[in-house]
């Protein structure tokens, strides 16, 4: 498709940050997906950090990773458990990404003379990586959600980027707005009026105005956000609370969302194919089987930080039919009062982590689920950790650990992959992105994928150590996924088939048509333990 037909959707926030954009970008790409669109995200984001991998999950939430490797917003992941659909780094535009080049650009002389300005050269730069990701992915319609809120200084830049493009192609402009009630039938339109008028005093005129709100929007406050905004009172939609993200799309849509911008963008009637995505938004509000499992975090106070296992565990609860209650356990909090406040949960999982607080209270959680026969997940570092625990309570190597945690440690049996040995810069330097792995026949994990040969993303600097698999296998501990040619443990399992650990993160390529099979297998487990207890 020529750039002269493709066709652009810019998602503002207004007024707070928080109003859940991506959330809302995502059900557009879905919307317009299931009309046999090819539709694909972008996202801006005015930070100066050239990606997310250097950013602290207490700051930032999750780190999302892709494919090809890329450290993400949190936001991407969103966009893929939407779209059913792998999305590669050309999507999202940093602050740090631009000028990046700018300034190499610059240094290399290729500016010829000229004093380099945020117009036009950085607007020129975000306008040709837009679309030059519309040309690569073939897109007919790019979703582009602006990070921050407008009036921040640090997106102004992408909004008259925003602002130039929309003058050479078809580009529709949606505001996101929040409407407080004071009291009950009380809303106030007017932080809304002065963020439309803030957002045209910088020469862009949103065509569809979104509500998150108190209650639903009366005909009199949805009048005057239209004789304000300027906006036609049919464009302004309802963006209630909801209690599965994943009913979104269909809320919206019902409000007459997709026709509305079916007509401003000229898009053709398509039949529409929503497969099995309807039925699994059914059953999580249906399932009624609750099992209890216990997350042992270190970030367990933040929101986000594990959006992506809440999120895997949300989309095979919905294949099972079963409601997984999660409790996040703070791992120090383990090391204080002892991992026998695990005893009602059915299943444990330790998620992946870096640093050296709250290894031991992780430990004892998989010990505990071990020693209980509990299910139990590890991904990434809790895999690496349930290596340990097997190191020092059933070969009896008391001080075993991950040089990492212990550079001394006279049983290394976690340490750096060779490759990582001589890297000294940070950002972009882990194993990361899809890497492949073979599964081991007759193992939990052959049973869970149902294949040899697999694939699942990565974002770490440590393994198990070579020259101690033999040992660890002779005791029992099982190997069951190792790479290709590397002989890089992927995946272990005790031989109970209840526990099962990755050195992958599972979780990131989970989507609500397409769970991952770790995790329905873990909860297969679960729901074994939980009749087990019984
Ligand atoms: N810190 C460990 C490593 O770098 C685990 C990383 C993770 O859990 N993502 O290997």
Known sequence: ??????????????????????????????????????????????????????????????????????????DFGTYERFLNKSLSSICSIT??????????????????????????????????????????????????????????????????????????????????????????????????????????????????ILCREDEPLIK????????????????????????????????LEKQGLYDDIAKRLRLRKKEVKVGKWRKYVKNIDRAKKEVNIALIGKYTSVKDAYVSVEEALVHSGATLNLKPKLTFVEANEIEKNGAEILKDCHGIIVPGGF??????????????????????????????????????????????????FDKNTPYPVIDLLPEQQRIVEKGGTMRLGAYPAVIKKETYAYECYGKEQIEERHRHRYEVTPRYTEKLEKEGLIFSGRSPKKQIVEMAEWKNRLGIATQAHPELKSRLEEPAPLFVGFLRNVVRVKKLSR
Request: proline share 3%.
């Open 1 to 74: 498709m020529s750039s002269s037909k493709r066709k652009y959707i810019v998602v503002l926030g207004s007024i707070m940050s928080g109003l859940g954009k991506g959330i809302v970008t995502s059900s557009l790409l879905r919307m317009i997906k299931i009309r046999g669109y090819d539709v694909v995200p972008i996202k801006f984001d005015g930070y100066l950090n050239v990606d997310c991998g250097t950013m602290n999950p207490f700051r930032h939430g999750e780190v999302f990773v892709l494919d090809d490797g890329a450290e993400v917003d949190m």
């Open 95 to 208: 602050g740090g990404k631009l000028f990046k080049t700018i300034l190499e650009k610059e240094r290399r002389g290729e500016y010829l003379g000229r004093d380099v300005q945020f117009i036009p050269h950085l607007t020129d730069e975000i306008k040709k990586r837009v679309l030059e990701a519309g040309e690569q992915t073939k897109a007919d319609i790019l979703i582009i959600e602006v990070g921050g809120t407008v009036g921040d200084l640090e997106n102004g830049y992408f909004l008259e980027a925003m602002r130039q493009l929309s003058h050479d192609e078809e580009v529709l402009f949606l505001q996101l707005t929040y409407v407080h009630s004071l009291s009950k039938g009380e809303p106030k339109t007017k932080p809304t009026q002065h963020a439309n008028r803030l957002i045209q005093s910088l020469g862009i005129k949103p065509e569809i």
């Open 220 to 251: 009199e406050a949805k009048e005057k956000i239209g004789l304000y905004c300027n906006i036609n009172q049919e464009s302004i939609y309802d963006d209630p609370y909801v209690n599965s993200v994943y009913k979104l799309p269909a809320t």
């Open 355 to 404: 640093g050296k607080r709250g290894i031991e209270g992780k430990i004892s959680a998989i010990e505990y689920a071990r020693k209980n026969n509990k299910a139990f997940l590890g991904l990434c570092l809790g895999m690496q950790m349930m290596v340990v625990e097997y190191a020092r309570n059933v070969l009896g190597w008391k001080s075993a650990n991950s040089t990492e």
